[in-house]
T-cell receptor
Framework: EDKVVQSPLSLVVHEGDTVTLNCSYEVTNFRSLLWYKQEKKAPTFLFMLTSSGIEKKSGRLSSILDKKELFSILNITATQTGDSAVYLCAVETSGTYKYIFGTGTRLKVLA | GAVVSQHPSWVICKSGTSVKIECRSLDFQATTMFWYRQFPKQSLMLMATSNEGSKATYEQGVEKDKFLINHASLTLSTLTVTSAHPEDSSFYIC???????????FGPGTRLTVL
């Protein structure tokens, strides 16, 4: 059975801290791995990763994929209270557009 | 990026009634649309996949007679929750995909509360 597991489930940090969120997966026919940020509404897209070892970066956020070890990490540096959200990892299987979501990591950044 | 809308954004209904939620791709043709359900503090769970002009494919454990999905055009899919019960109260999110884009685009979600 395909599955996506995220850790930790929740995290509380102070502004300025750096956090690393983990996503591991076991799926057949992997196509891509995606990261989303969800606040009160629907998820907003952060990154799509398809190749191992290539870091994607957007401001203070960055992510990398390891297809050999079947995991990805999402890093957030110099965290701000606005980073407080649930971060979702999803894996797309080839040919279907279908996403399997992980459980999410609930991040709270304290001022 | 492409835009997907949902209507209504929230709805409150009485137990036993049916509720229809619309999902529209505003600036692209969506060959495939997905419906997700998210309970509080849980992740998104895929309910069904619908392709334009064909029957939806439901995930295991999702009752197809209770959650009716119609994808009649390349820009519109509807989810009807029939005979809603309080346990159907949830956040329903749709997404749309096409061969042009390599990702799903999510709608803003519909919060359903069944009294």
């Amino acid at each position: 059975e395909d599955k996506v597991v995220q850790s930790p489930l929740s995290l509380v940090v102070h502004e300025g801290d750096t956090v690393t969120l983990n996503c591991s997966y076991e799926v057949t026919n992997f196509r891509s791995l995606l990261w989303y940020k969800q606040e009160k509404k629907a998820p907003t897209f952060l990154f799509m990763l398809t190749s191992s070892g290539i870091e994607k970066k957007s401001g203070r956020l960055s992510s990398i994929l390891d297809k050999k070890e079947l995991f990805s990490i999402l890093n957030i540096t110099a965290t701000q209270t606005g980073d407080s959200a649930v971060y979702l990892c999803a894996v797309e299987t080839s040919g279907t557009y279908k996403y399997i979501f992980g459980t999410g990591t609930r991040l709270k950044v304290l001022a | 990026g492409a835009v997907v809308s949902q209507h209504p954004s929230w709805v409150i209904c009485k137990s036993g009634t049916s509720v229809k939620i619309e999902c529209r791709s505003l600036d692209f043709q969506a060959t495939t649309m997905f419906w997700y359900r998210q309970f509080p503090k849980q992740s998104l769970m895929l309910m069904a996949t619908s392709n334009e002009g064909s029957k939806a494919t439901y995930e295991q454990g999702v009752e197809k007679d209770k959650f009716l999905i119609n994808h009649a055009s390349l820009t519109l899919s509807t989810l009807t929750v029939t005979s809603a019960h309080p346990e159907d109260s949830s956040f329903y999110i749709c997404s749309a995909a096409s061969g042009v884009y390599n990702e799903q685009f999510f709608g803003p979600g519909t919060r359903l509360t069944v009294l």
